[in-house]
């Protein structure tokens, strides 16, 4: 990867929240499943009884990594597909105990979609309130559990923010709730499509019935993902037409995918704790640049101290006083690549909901840029986005209608 993002070709990338490149040593393990081995698992001849092996051998090593059992693992698309298949597939399973359902208004497209589709049905949505820094009051959530709540759906850690929940806590405190009740409500979900490279995935530490994580977000091939599924919980498939999954999500596997998601989740989980570090310094020597010699920015998430709450490669800045549209195309004309917040929105011009949702003014959120940071960055790509991010809000700032008499 360093031949494409070298300081020759100038394409600085700081997007990694929205998608990484695919390791070159995963990208060589995957190729023998475009052209040799390529027949349907399904199939009983040789061939694709080494396939499905194999597709069984991915399960079992991410399963090591979550510390669960291979029967929990399933395969999707991407995290959407799985974030639909836990929210869609309890809700419809379990209605006759109740439609109440618990979540907050910074979780992704991926899981607040499904959500209005559901309110439209007749289930009631309750979104907890968050800070300023994105994290939810663990007593908001214990005081809005009831008897026909049915699911409790919140993100390990927040895609425009960096702001990581406490998911361990969540998890007892619904555990508590079971006990008390003496039932199996709610249901525990949360979206991990952020948490991949970084933070643990000990399902059993976690305490929670549902995950969801994303291929393409932890340097593997596009097209994959995974839901864990704890074997006591009961969700309806959503997609019909055929036996795979354990009959939980018909298709034909993408075998490349999927071999090549265990592969990159065994690297990223393996070398976390370095990178961690590697990258938590990168991000804090970004931050002190851009503060150091920008007026008028604003750090949005967590503190950077505040290392139990934050992604270590997360960094979502407003720029005061101009667009982050804007900011960004001109960033974009020296090959540096960002982001506005959610890639999934960027091609809407509203503000960033998540930001809003932490009580952020339009203004603000308007102004802000996210950066992550990841595997093919370097210190040299900080000093190069400096050379040019001054002078551009300057720039912009100039000719921003705010600041013009």
């Not at 991949?196 to 932890?218: C, E």
């Not at 989740?265 to 640049?289: A, G, P």
């Not at 308007?366 to 210190?379: D, I, P, Y």
Request: proline share 3%; net charge positive; hydrophobic share 35%.
């Amino acid at each position: 990867m360093k031949k494409i993002f070298n300081k020759k070709n100038k394409l600085i990338y700081f997007d990694h929240a929205s998608t990484t490149y695919t390791d070159k040593e995963v990208f060589k393990k995957i190729k023998p499943y475009f052209v040799d081995n390529f027949a349907n698992p399904s199939s009983i001849y040789d061939i694709a009884r080494k396939v499905n092996g194999d597709i069984n051998e991915a399960r079992r090593e991410i399963a090591e990594i979550l510390f669960t059992t291979p029967d929990t693992i399933f395969f999707t698309s991407g995290g959407t597909e799985s974030n639909n298949l836990a929210i869609f597939g309890t809700a419809y399973a379990h209605e006759k105990k109740g439609k109440h359902i618990i979540s907050v208004r910074t979780e992704h497209e991926a899981v607040l979609k499904p959500l209005e589709k559901l309110k439209k049905q007749g289930f009631e949505i309750e979104y907890l309130p968050v800070d300023k820094t994105g994290k939810i009051n663990l007593k908001n959530l214990q005081k809005a559990i009831r008897p026909d709540t049915i699911l409790v759906t919140i993100m390990y850690a927040n895609n425009e923010i960096g702001t990581i929940n406490d998911i361990a806590e969540i998890g007892k405190i619904i555990l508590k709730h079971r006990k008390q009740s003496g039932n199996n409500y709610p249901i525990f979900h949360t979206d991990a499509c952020q948490a991949g490279t970084s933070l643990d995935l000990n399902v059993k530490k976690l305490h929670t019935d549902l995950m969801t994580l994303n291929s393409s977000k932890i340097y593997g091939p596009k097209g994959a993902g995974i839901l864990y599924k704890d074997r006591n919980i009961t969700i309806e498939p959503q997609i019909l037409g055929g036996h795979q999954e354990s009959g939980l999500r018909a298709g034909t596997e993408n075998i490349p995918a999927i071999i090549g998601m265990a592969e990159a989740l065994k690297k990223v989980q393996k070398n976390k704790d370095r990178e961690n570090i590697r990258l938590r310094k990168l991000r804090d020597y970004m931050w002190n640049e851009i503060e150091s010699k920008i007026k008028k920015v604003k750090l949005n998430g967590p503190e950077l101290t505040d290392k139990d709450h934050r992604l270590v490669n997360n960094l979502n800045v407003s720029f005061l006083d101009i667009e982050g549209e804007a900011l960004l195309l001109y960033l974009n004309e020296k090959n540096i690549v960002c982001s506005t917040g959610s890639a999934c929105n960027s091609l809407s011009l509203d503000a960033s909901h998540v930001l809003l949702a932490c009580g952020i003014s339009h203004e603000e959120a308007h102004g802000s840029l996210r950066f992550t940071l990841g595997h093919c960055n370097q210190k040299s790509d900080i000093d190069y986005l400096m050379q040019y991010l001054p002078s551009i809000v300057e720039k912009l700032r100039e000719i921003s209608p705010v600041n013009i008499k």
